[in-house]
């Protein structure tokens, strides 16, 4: 019952990331950065225009950074809160699906169906 509930994780948290798109925006903010040294390496922009333009990539970054925090937070916080009211509850045990949240053949298996699965619904959204 507990491996259900550690998978019950996994699953909760992909699809909340999903959800939150917190891949797009991840990706989104490598953009950014990428355009941000793109500006600096620049010689023919004079000082003024990058400042401009590295001022709004940092508002930008720093925004990104708030919802990739905070949404990460949530994406792990919801689960596993689930499943603290299911040992509240009696009906699992939040201590031992945390140890094997944490076990090494867990967390492979885990990884890889996830990027499997990833590129699966990747590949079907195309």
Do not use: C, N
């Not at 922009?45 to 508002?59: I, N, S």
Request: proline share 2%.
């Amino acid at each position: 019952m507990s491996l259900l509930g550690a998978s019950l994780v996994v699953v909760l948290f992909g699809l909340l990331v999903h959800v939150l798109r917190l891949v797009p925006r991840a990706k989104e903010a490598i953009v950014v950065s990428r355009a941000s040294a793109d500006v600096m390496r620049d010689s023919a922009l004079d000082d003024d225009v990058k400042e401009k333009a590295l001022q709004k990539g940092a508002v930008r970054l720093l925004y990104l950074s708030f919802v990739l925090l905070t949404g990460s937070t949530v994406a792990l916080a919801a689960p596993l809160g689930v499943i603290w009211l299911l040992d509240l509850l009696g009906l699992l045990s939040l201590e031992t699906v945390t140890a094997i949240l944490l076990r090494w053949d867990f967390i492979l298996f885990a990884t890889v169906v996830g990027v499997a699965a990833y590129i699966f619904f990747e590949r079907r959204r195309r």
